[in-house]
């Protein structure tokens, strides 16, 4: 284990060394560097779970167990020093996340159901379902008898169920050939859940933030994401 330590934060320890509760932050993207400056006005100490000591919220200071996403004992031991924990990403096992919340009963940010819901693009379209949302044709290939339903002609869009963000975790394929040779390895020989959809051809893409709050919520104004090859590059705010 490794733990990052600036005399910045130091500072801020000794400062801190009265405070009864640690939030945790599971990850320490851009986010994480947002929520954690956030802390200064509250009465919050903040331990990050980073992969590496040069992701954004580690370089201001804050204190970090270094890991990979998948160390089981360095996660187990963020979840012992934590009071409440923020999930930053989709990157981690729900199971996982839960045995551990059954052993150590922290406050978790969004809940896990919630989580379990909207990080596995499996559950995401039966939530969309639901919801009366609509979404591109899709199938849930999970072994290699599910290709066999295949009815929509190529270009395909492939997504790994769990796993994968901002385009990451997905491959553009062609054909149904081609289709039938990728998969398993994409699939890791089917140990990986995948979706399989009709590629569509997107203008533009538009989001929006919902900021719920403990008496209200606020939705922000929309942006406008640009990408190149599934991954977002650049956000415009406020959106043309």
Do not use: W
Not at 79 to 96: G, H, P
Not at 182 to 195: G, M, R, T, Y
Request: hydrophobic letters at 40%; proline letters at 3%; one cysteine or more.
């Amino acid at each position: 284990m490794l733990t990052i330590k600036s005399k910045k934060f130091m500072l801020r320890e000794v400062e801190a060394s009265n405070m009864a509760i640690t939030l945790g932050i599971l990850g320490a993207g851009q986010l994480a560097q947002m929520i954690a400056a956030s802390t200064n006005r509250t009465k919050y100490k903040v331990l990050l779970y980073a992969q590496s000591e040069l992701e954004p919220a580690c370089v201001d200071g804050f204190e970090a167990i270094i890991g990979e996403k998948n160390d089981q004992k360095l996660i187990e031991i963020f979840f012992q020093r934590s009071d409440v924990i923020i999930l930053e990403s989709e990157f981690y096992s729900f199971e996982f996340l839960k045995s551990l919340q059954d052993i150590y009963p922290r406050k978790i940010i969004p809940e896990l159901e919630s989580y379990k819901e909207l990080s596995n693009k499996k559950h995401q379209k039966k939530f969309f379902d639901r919801c009366g949302i609509k979404y591109a044709k899709s199938i849930l290939v999970q072994s290699e008898n599910d290709l066999q339903q295949l009815e929509m002609p190529g270009p395909y869009m492939v997504k790994r169920s769990s796993g994968g963000y901002d385009g990451y975790g997905n491959k553009v394929v062609e054909s149904l050939e081609d289709l039938k040779k990728v998969i398993p390895d994409f699939s890791n020989n089917f140990q990986s859940d995948l979706l399989v959809e009709e590629k569509v051809e997107i203008l533009s893409e538009y989001a929006c933030m919902l900021i719920k709050g403990i008496k209200n919520s606020i939705i922000l104004p929309a942006c406008k994401t640009i990408q190149r090859n599934s991954v977002c590059e650049l956000v415009e705010f406020p959106a043309d």
